[in-house]
């Protein structure tokens, strides 16, 4: 990289006279300062350019026919990312810039004063160098180093959970079936639905941790909505109105239920967040046949059939310029303490493990739509089909002491269940 303070004392000229106000160096060989691939601007103190090199015509794509003259900040359409002043007067610090083409880049840029004998400013030297793809490597390792320790923590977690989990199971089916009041009841079983599901979760990280793969069974996708739906319309407040819409012959897809319980969830909860006024929750599924020119239209997307499930709301929408991130693993504009950023990855994850594709659409105001593609079974077929999913320890466990407490009806009810050890070990499926 060329050293900036190689030219403070450079001897400075107007090349077109005083009056021309873009001071040049004509000590500077132009030649040898096109080598580089750095690109080297210099702008006057009003912050013209003055001097363009070929590094920086290759970089931003403006010739230095188009960029001379023009403000260098307004130009580049320059962001301050980080900045610092080293001991020499130079700033350092990495800026974001678009490009001619409207291409956002990363560069670490150097600037200083270039000083006349007496030491005043006349123009300013600013050496800018491409780290785009250094920086996004830098940010995949640190992603990745966290990934890291989060799998190496999910094991533990885990089993921990399973452990305070299986009081609750028991203590809310107990509750459950000696309470008369519909109201209650239904929210006892809003509530134990809610805990096996989170015993299905935690067996699911379990398997994550141990590198083992889940079964995938056949199942129709529109029983799976409305069971989430159902979960939902008990627990949202009632200035959120959910709607539905499913086929009676929706194909079936194969699939881990647990996993696009998940992204269903995470969906709906993000819609929830973003309607803070209240507003309609839509979920529709239906069938897709999707043709060559269909499928061009969405990236990734294969011609075939597949089932379609589209989650949309009218809250606030979702930024132009930030919807490109939403599904990076900790993106999140709900501010600290509100959202961990991972719920739209893992629903990234989750539908590309199973071939599928997702889609958002969203205009600021007016809400926004997540669109899932999932392949549909060859042949498709519709109804329903029976589906399978591993059930913890601690499901069976709360399942043992009902059996145990309908044998003594007649006695106390055990409220305070023990806590068994789990060994993460995964039960039958539950047939319930």
């Known amino acids: 990289m060329l050293k900036s303070s190689n030219l403070n004392n450079e001897k400075l000229v107007w090349p077109n006279g005083p009056e021309s106000q873009t001071p040049v160096d004509t000590q500077f060989d132009r030649s040898l300062l096109d080598q580089t691939q750095d690109a080297i601007i210099i702008c006057d103190l009003e912050e013209r350019i003055a001097f363009w090199n070929k590094g920086a015509e290759r970089l931003y794509g403006w010739q230095a026919s188009e960029a001379i003259g023009q403000n260098v900040y307004a130009l580049l359409a320059h962001k301050r990312l980080t900045e610092s002043e080293e001991p020499d007067g130079t700033f350092v610090g990495d800026m974001r810039h678009s490009t001619k083409d409207q291409t956002e880049i990363i560069v670490e840029s150097r600037r200083k004063f270039i000083r006349d004998e007496t030491g005043r400013p006349k123009s300013v030297l600013i050496v800018n160098t491409d780290v785009t793809e250094k920086r996004w490597l830098e940010i995949q390792f640190l992603r990745a180093q966290r990934m890291e320790t989060i799998d190496r923590l999910v094991g533990g977690i885990a089993h921990d959970l399973n452990n305070v989990l299986s009081p609750v199971l028991f203590a809310s089916s107990v509750l459950e079936q000696k309470c008369v009041d519909p ?24 398997s994550f941790a141990k590198g083992i793969d889940e079964e995938r069974t056949s199942l129709d996708l529109g029983c799976l909505i409305k069971e989430t739906v159902e979960v939902f319309s008990s627990v949202f407040t009632e200035s959120i109105k959910i709607k539905t819409v499913i086929p009676t012959e929706l194909w079936t897809v194969r699939c881990n239920a ?59 929408g979702i930024p132009a310029e930030i919807i490109d991130k939403i599904f990076d693993a900790f993106f999140t504009t709900k501010g600290e303490h509100m959202g961990t950023g991972l719920g ?11 071939q ?21 079974e060859e042949p498709a077929v519709s109804g329903e089909a029976d589906v399978e999913s591993l059930e913890l320890p601690a499901v069976l466990s709360y399942r043992r ?31 319930g």
């Not at 079983?189 to 809610?194: C, F, G, P, S």
């Not at 046949?289 to 089932?307: F, H, Q, R, W």
């Not at 003594?408 to 789990?422: D, E, F, M, V, Y």
């Open 344 to 354: 739209l990855c893992t629903v990234l994850r989750i539908v590309k493990a199973h």
């Open 356 to 376: 599928g594709l997702i889609n958002v659409s969203s205009e600021p105001g007016n809400g926004a739509r997540f669109t899932v593609f999932l392949p549909a």
């Open 258 to 316: 647990t996993q696009l319980h998940q992204v269903l969830m995470n969906l709906c909860l993000n819609a929830r967040d973003a309607m803070v006024n209240g507003g309609t929750l839509t979920v529709q599924a239906e069938n897709a046949a999707l043709d060559e020119i269909a499928a061009s239209k969405l990236p990734g997307a294969k011609p075939g059939n597949y089932v379609q499930i589209t989650v949309s709301d009218n809250g606030v």
């Open 401 to 431: 002491k009902l059996a145990f407490y309908a044998e003594h009806r007649k006695g106390p009810i055990p409220l305070r269940a023990k806590r068994q050890s789990a060994g993460g070990q995964a039960g039958p499926p539950l047939k």
């Open 183 to 206: 109201d209650t009841k239904q929210l006892l079983k809003t509530l134990r639905v809610n805990a096996e599901h989170a015993g299905r979760l935690i067996t699911h990280l379990l």
